[in-house]
């Protein structure tokens, strides 16, 4: 159980250099489980006001939230250290595509559509290395592979401070913003006018997301 919460948080981190990136916001770890996404976005409390669900859908979302950490749980229990990045990364992807399904007949479209901005801006920096944003931004095939060594850095360097934390989250959470400044900084220096224009159109409005608290192993 220690060793997956700390996988949890090391991918948390990763996360939360990426956020809110391009958006002008501050903001913490897109989600409390894995890699977050829409579904995990959905079960907190500031977003569900947000988007200004009824006490009905706000009931559904909250349950919707639930039940997709707890697949992500059972989906995560055995897998080896090594391997716990990736897979992490591949059922938060498969379990956001199966609950957007629900998602999209539980709220409305205007709903639908701010809850993947909010989810843009604390996908950030990892947006970028997403196809289908890419090719909504026009990115080049110069600039994919530029982001993708930034990004490849940005992690690696996310690692190497929460392999050497220990207990001392603050510090570890000074490091990660200064990191995503600069990583932030990097990215925005590759892209047009035109791309930037895009980007905003596509994440809306800033909106502030607090850090997750995660509790301590038992």
Do not use: Y
């Amino acid at each position: 159980m220690r060793g997956c919460l700390k996988a949890v948080m090391a991918f948390g981190v990763v996360v939360a250099l990426a956020t809110p990136a391009m958006a002008q916001g501050r903001g913490g770890p897109g989600g409390g489980w894995g890699g977050g996404g829409p579904i995990a976005l959905l079960g907190r409390p500031e977003v569900q006001k947000e988007l200004k669900l009824t006490t009905e859908q706000t009931e559904k979302a909250t349950a919707l939230a639930t039940s997709t950490r707890e697949k992500m749980m059972a989906e995560m229990e055995g897998v080896d250290q090594a391997d716990r990045m990736a897979k992490m990364q591949e059922v938060s992807k498969k379990l956001n595509e199966e609950g957007m399904k629900t998602v999209k007949a539980m709220l409305k479209e205007e709903q639908v559509s701010r809850l993947h901005q909010i989810d843009l801006q604390q996908r950030g920096l990892m947006a970028f290395t997403d196809k289908e944003i890419a090719k909504k931004l026009s990115i080049s095939d110069e600039q994919e592979t530029k982001i993708k060594s930034i990004v490849a850095d940005m992690q690696a360097d996310a690692r190497e401070i929460m392999q050497s934390a220990g207990d001392d989250r603050q510090a570890a959470n000074t490091k990660v913003m200064a990191l995503r400044k600069e990583t932030r900084e990097k990215v925005m220096a590759l892209m047009s006018s035109d791309q930037k224009k895009a980007w905003k159109e596509l994440t809306g409005e800033p909106f502030t997301l607090a850090p997750m608290q995660l509790r301590p192993a038992r």
